[in-house]
C-alpha cells in the first residue's frame, strides 16, 4: 500500500507507521490473539465507507444516503451465517459490534436485568474481563461486573482441563441467568454440548464467546458451538483474520433485542468500512486455502508445545487442541514478565499471562502465552517450531546476558525476514 499523501502531508506519522512495518517483518509474532490483514482487507478498511453514518440496521436506516451501505451490511451478514453453515431461519447476527466487549456487553444489556447472575471462567484460569471480573477485595473492574453479579468456575487444580462437573455444581449452587465458556489462554476445546446441558439444567441461555478460535471453527479444526450455543459471540481481528470488529450471532428469537442493545442501546454509528473489512475477511475464510491455514495453526502450536515441553517446560495441559500454547514458569522460578521481556529483546514477541493457581498478580504474572496464528499466515510451517523452541528457551535461559539476547535478535530477525507478511509484502 503506498503512502505517498501521507508522507507528504504528515511525516512524523508516516515514519512511525514505517517503523511500524519494520517491526512486523522482523519480529516473530506469536500472541495468540494477533494476525496479519490481507492487502484486500486493508483496502475495504481504508475506503470512503468511513464517510458515512449509518444508525440502524441495513435497510432501516435513521439517515439517508445508506443505498450502498445497506448491502454491504447485508453481504457481511450473509457471508457470516454463511461461513459458519448457520440457517437465516434460526440464526441472525448482528456485524455493527466495534470490539468483542461491547459485543458482549451488548447480550447481557438485551437478556438480562441489572444484579442478574453471569457465570462465566475465572480470569485467571483463562477467562475475560468482559464475561465480569471482580478483584479478590470485590471490585469490580469492567462494566459487566459493576452491573451484573458474576460467578466463576475453575479449571481443574491439578490438571488444568475444564472439570464439567464442578461446572455444573457451580451452576446448580447460584442459578446463574447465562453460563459463558470462551476466553482468552484455555488450550483446550470446549466440550459446547455439556455445556449447554448443565444451561438447560438451572435454566440459564448459553453463550459460547469463541473471540479466539472464530477462524479455527471455521476452517474447520476446532469443532462448532453453533449446535449447542444460544448466543455466540467473536471478535473478527484473530484466527479469523479480519480487522479489528466483532459478531453476535444469536437464535432468532434473541436477535431483535440484541440488535436494539447494540444500537441505540451502546453505540452510534456502526464502522462501515471495518464491516467491509470483516466482509472481505469471509470471504476468504470460505476458500478451501483457509481451511489448510487453520489446520497448519493448529499443527503448529501443537508442534511448539511438544518441543516446550522437552525443553522442561511446564505446558499447562500438557499441550493445546487449538492456536495457543500457555506456560506456567514457576517451575524454572522465572516470572511471567522477565520471560516476555526477554523473548522481545530477541524478537520473539508473546504475552506474559497469569496461569490457573496463579499466586501473582496480572501485572507480573507467573506465565506465558504464546500462539501461531501470525506466524502461520506467514507461511511458517511445523518444522521451523524446532528452531523457534531452541530460540526461545536460549532467549528466557539467557534472560540477563544482554550479548546472547543482541545475538538472537539478528538470528531471529534473519529468519523472519525470510517469511513475507501478509498484507505488507504479499
Ligand atoms: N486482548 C485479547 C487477547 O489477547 O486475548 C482479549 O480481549
Aim: glycine share 8%; net charge negative; charged share 25%.
Amino acid at each position: 500500500m503506498a503512502y505517498e499523501n501521507l508522507i507528504n502531508e504528515d511525516q512524523e506519522l508516516y515514519t512511525l507507521i514505517e517503523s511500524e512495518e519494520h517491526r512486523q517483518r522482523e519480529q516473530l509474532e506469536m500472541i495468540p490473539s494477533e494476525n496479519y490483514v490481507s492487502l484486500a482487507v486493508r483496502e475495504a478498511v481504508g475506503s470512503p465507507l468511513m464517510n458515512k453514518y449509518s444508525e440502524g440496521q441495513a435497510f432501516k436506516r435513521y439517515y439517508q444516503g445508506n443505498e450502498f451501505i445497506d448491502y454491504i451490511e447485508d453481504l457481511t451478514k450473509k457471508r457470516a451465517l454463511g461461513v459458519f453453515n448457520l440457517d437465516p431461519e434460526l440464526w441472525g447476527v448482528n456485524v455493527q459490534a466495534v470490539t468483542g466487549s461491547v459485543a458482549n456487553l451488548s447480550v447481557y444489556n438485551a437478556l438480562l436485568q441489572p444484579g442478574d447472575t453471569i457465570m462465566s471462567m475465572f480470569l485467571y484460569d483463562g477467562g475475560h474481563l468482559s464475561h465480569g471480573w471482580k478483584l479478590p477485595n470485590g471490585k469490580p473492574v469492567s462494566m459487566t461486573s459493576k452491573v451484573y453479579h458474576p460467578v466463576y468456575y475453575y479449571v481443574d487444580p491439578q490438571t488444568r482441563w475444564f472439570n464439567y462437573d464442578e461446572v455444573e455444581k457451580i451452576a446448580l449452587e447460584h442459578k446463574p441467568k447465562i453460563i459463558i465458556s470462551g476466553g482468552t489462554a484455555y488450550p483446550r476445546e470446549i466440550d459446547y454440548k455439556r455445556m449447554k446441558e448443565i444451561a438447560d439444567k438451572v435454566g440459564a441461555l448459553y453463550m459460547a464467546d469463541v473471540a479466539h478460535e472464530a477462524g479455527l471453527i471455521a476452517g474447520g479444526a476446532n469443532k462448532s458451538p453453533f449446535p449447542y450455543a444460544d448466543i455466540v459471540t467473536m471478535t473478527t481481528r484473530k484466527t479469523l483474520r479480519g480487522p479489528i470488529g466483532a459478531m453476535i450471532f444469536a437464535k432468532k428469537e434473541y436477535i431483535e433485542a440484541i440488535n436494539s442493545s447494540v444500537f441505540p442501546g451502546l453505540q452510534g454509528g456502526p464502522m462501515n468500512h471495518s464491516i467491509a473489512g470483516i466482509a472481505v475477511a469471509l470471504k476468504q475464510a470460505a476458500q478451501p486455502e483457509f481451511k489448510e491455514y487453520t489446520k497448519q495453526i493448529v499443527e503448529n502450536a501443537q508442534s511448539l508445545a511438544q518441543e516446550l515441553v522437552d525443553r522442561g517446560y511446564d505446558v499447562c495441559t500438557g499441550g493445546t487442541d487449538k492456536h495457543l500454547v500457555l506456560i506456567d514458569l514457576r517451575n524454572l522460578d522465572i516470572t511471567g514478565t522477565d520471560a516476555a521481556v526477554a523473548l522481545e529483546k530477541a524478537n520473539i514477541i508473546v504475552n506474559k499471562n497469569t496461569v490457573p493457581n496463579d499466586s501473582a498478580k496480572p501485572w507480573n504474572p507467573s506465565g506465558i502465552r504464546i500462539g501461531t496464528p501470525a506466524i502461520t499466515s506467514r507461511g511458517i510451517k511445523k518444522d521451523e517450531m524446532t528452531k523457534i523452541a531452541n530460540w526461545m528457551h536460549l532467549a528466557i535461559m539467557n534472560r540477563e546476558d544482554e550479548k546472547m539476547l543482541e545475538e538472537l535478535k539478528t538470528q531471529v530477525r534473519d529468519f523472519a525476514l525470510t517469511y513475507p507478511v501478509p498484507g505488507l509484502d504479499s
